[in-house]
């Protein structure tokens, strides 16, 4: 299987501040077909996740371009660029490169 | 806009056949892949499988066996049954299409084992 591990497990931001999160994959999730199939997503509490982004840094529809991902191969970061009460929740990567498709374990994220 | 909901019993006792329903409204079923996708409480998420609208399927090595997942493309519905559950397979079950700008999820529904 196709580890993914994330970094940090758990993030504390001040309001308007940037935010980071860190996914490395144990595989390259690089596709013959070009693609690279990485996703992010926001689940907040009580609630299904939410696609963010797809294809490492393609913004899901609707999500606001405080949002982006970037990365290659095996290591991907997802940048928030200004916290606000909105994005708080638990954010995964999640890879569909590879059966059985894998998930990270999840960074928390919350106003400080 | 594609929407799914999950349906089923929320409560399975142990050792019997978690069975749930997801129904696609708003598009069609055929032609895509369908994943179920379960959450323990307070834990992460762990994907169990998916279904081609054909009937083809891949599942999660990580079940052993215990799951099927199938799809009655008359109905626009996709269908898991997750056998012998204990209380481990108690979880909120999600289901979803997971394709790039095309990724849609239910609002899950908790099944919870009882012994």
């Known amino acids: 299987d196709i580890v993914m591990t994330q970094t940090p497990l758990s993030l504390s931001v001040t309001p308007g501040q940037p935010a980071s999160i860190s996914c490395k994959s144990s595989?390259?999730?690089?596709?013959?077909?070009?693609?690279?199939?990485l996703y992010w997503y926001l689940q907040k509490p009580g609630q299904p996740p939410q696609v963010l982004i797809y294809e490492v840094s393609n913004r899901f529809s609707g999500v606001p371009d405080n949002f982006s991902g970037s990365g290659s191969g095996t290591d991907f970061t997802l940048k928030i660029s200004r916290v606000e009460a909105e994005v708080v929740g638990v954010y995964y990567c999640?890879?569909?490169?590879?059966?059985?498709?894998?998930f990270g374990q999840g960074t928390k994220l919350e106003i400080k | 806009q594609v929407q799914l909901q999950e349906s089923g019993p929320g409560l399975v006792k142990a050792s019997e056949t978690l069975s749930l329903t997801c129904t696609v409204s708003g598009g069609s079923i055929n032609g895509h892949y369908w994943s179920w996708i379960r959450q323990p409480p307070g834990k992460g998420l762990e994907w169990i499988g998916y279904?081609?609208?054909?009937?083809?399927?891949n599942y999660n090595p990580s079940l052993k066996g215990r799951v099927t997942i199938s799809v009655d493309t008359s109905k626009n519905q996709f269908s898991l049954k997750l056998s012998s559950v204990t209380a481990a397979d108690t979880a909120v079950y999600y289901c979803a299409r997971l394709r790039g700008s095309y990724t849609n999820w239910g609002q899950g529904t908790l099944v919870t084992v009882s012994s």
């Open positions: 279904i081609f609208s054909s009937g083809s399927t």
């Open positions: 595989q390259s999730l690089l596709h013959s077909d070009g693609k690279t199939y």
């Open positions: 999640m890879q569909t490169l590879q059966f059985p498709y894998t």
